[in-house]
Every structure is written in C-alpha cells, then in structure tokens.
Nanobody, 125 residues
C-alpha cells in the first residue's frame, strides 16, 4: 500500500506562485508514474499534470502549460507542482495520485491507484 500526502497549498493573490509537494510512502513509489488533478466547487475532477516514473516525460492540461511545472525527486519519493502566474480559475482542491501500473492514460483519473486527501489552493483576484 502506498500513502500519498499533499502539502503546500494556501491562499494567494492572482499572479503569485505556489509549490505543491506530494510525498508518496514506500520505495516502490519511485517507480510509479505520478499525476496531479484538481476539483473546483461544482465541477468534475480534472487532470492537471503528470510525470513518468523516470521524470523523462511530462504532460499538462492546456490551460496550465507554461505556468505549471511538474517534477520529482525519486530519492525523496516526492513529486512537486510548481504553479506560477496563478489565476482565480486555478482555485480548487488539488490531488496527487500514483499509478503503479505505469499505463499511458495519464489524463484519466481511473489510471491512478493511490490518491491523497487533497489540498486547497485559493487564488483571489
């Protein structure tokens, strides 16, 4: 079993930056593809970004390309989401997820096996 815990959320102004961290327990987690999703009030959960287990490939939601960067430190079993130039529409609960099967459907929430509890990000205008 892998436990996933997010940290780093908070309330910021539009244009500010935040860095989310995701700690995944267990040495096996360093071999998992990892993803970030978000869910705004009244909306469905949506894919934000993903990174392959090696860190060699990354994938993004079109609306965050150029503003968000996903990265990982496998020595620390940690995945990061650097969020710059935040906008009010980025306000949501952000979830980190781990895919132990390393499938290629990075954008589908059903591809992920382990999820964190989520962390709130609020961007005010």
């Amino acid at each position: 079993q892998v436990q996933v815990v997010e940290s780093g959320g908070g309330s910021v102004q539009a244009g500010d930056s935040l860095r989310l961290s995701c700690d995944a327990s267990g040495r096996s987690s360093r071999s998992y593809d990892m993803g970030w999703f978000r869910q705004a009030p009244g909306k469905e959960r949506e894919f934000v970004a993903a990174i392959t287990w090696s860190g060699g490939s990354t994938f993004y939601l079109d609306s965050v390309k150029g503003r968000f960067t996903i990265s990982r430190d496998n020595a620390k079993n940690t995945v990061f989401l650097q969020m710059n130039s935040l906008k009010p529409e980025d306000t949501a609960v952000y979830y980190c997820a781990a895919d132990r099967r390393n499938g290629e459907s990075y954008r589908a929430s059903g591809s992920y096996d382990y999820w964190g509890q989520g962390i709130q990000v609020t961007v005010s205008s």
